[in-house]
């Protein structure tokens, strides 16, 4: 990707005169490839520096559309997405192109699954945590481990952020830190609790160092442990020292429990405060203009290229090209799966 054409080396000028960095480290970020999975607050933040940052190739993975309730912490949007319903990916590749032409940026509309998060990780050097679950994220874990290629977790609600740096074979993972995932419903949320620009910001910028760390290759100076903090009291914890659990069922025995636990049918889940994804087993091809057609004779229906939405019985639902689907005005599964079964099909 990288050439060092007179133009470029202005572009970049300011970052490749960074000490750590150089002309040489700026040629790896020309060359480097980042997956960023999730593409809300901290995802579209991230990408924003990576894509500034001269980096070759982000491939950016999401299942969700643009609201305008987002618009508020998440940078790379603006309320025409929000008014179009743009996926996310969609709406973040067309920005990326606007601040920096020369990446290759390559998105994706789709659920990171058992199914496909191998593919997804094995192409990329780094990946950049941007998710907003225990779930994802124990199956981004499993296949970094399993491929040995370095992740970044961040995470932030309310004002507080945490991250942390996994490189298999060296640090702790995800799973030494967390086991289990918290009991379903004693989390608090970004729904529940709030979230704040600032904290996502925060946590972004320090996961971005660490990829940029990963890629330019200066281990020697990344991040060891888990580092918490807290934008509104000022609050910093640095946890260092023996994190990792030589018994860690992912780590330590190599047994990837969340890639193992293969989808094999319909699946649906909670999704924000009152809303429910369903996901076919398997991802579909959907004729969206024939739903668009069947959609039309139960409720109002608008769409654009890549998902269809309608009310129905109350409740606003939007399918994807890929099969699933987002049922708003419901925490109730079966509600949800019996909407599918009777709109979308089985
Ligand atoms: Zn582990």
Redesign the pocket.
Known sequence: MATSGPAEHDRYARQSRFWAIGRAGQERLGAGRVLVVGCGGLGSAAVNLLARAGVGQIAIVDRDFVELSNLQRQLLFEEADAAAGTPKAIAAARAVARINSEVEVRPFVADVTPTNVEHFVAQADVVLDGTDNFETRYLVNDAC?KLGIPWVHGGAIGSTGMSMTIVPGET?????LFPTPPPVGTMETCDTAGVLGASIVMVAAIEWAEVMKLLVGDRENLSRGLTALDVWTNDHLQAEGKL??PD?P???RRHFEYLDALVTSRTASLCGRDAIQVSPGQPLKVDLDELRRKLKASGPVTSNDYLVRCVVDGHEMTIFADGRAIIKGTTDLGVARSLYARYVGT
């Open positions: 481990v702790a993972c995800f799973r030494c990792r659990d860690c992912c780590c330590g």
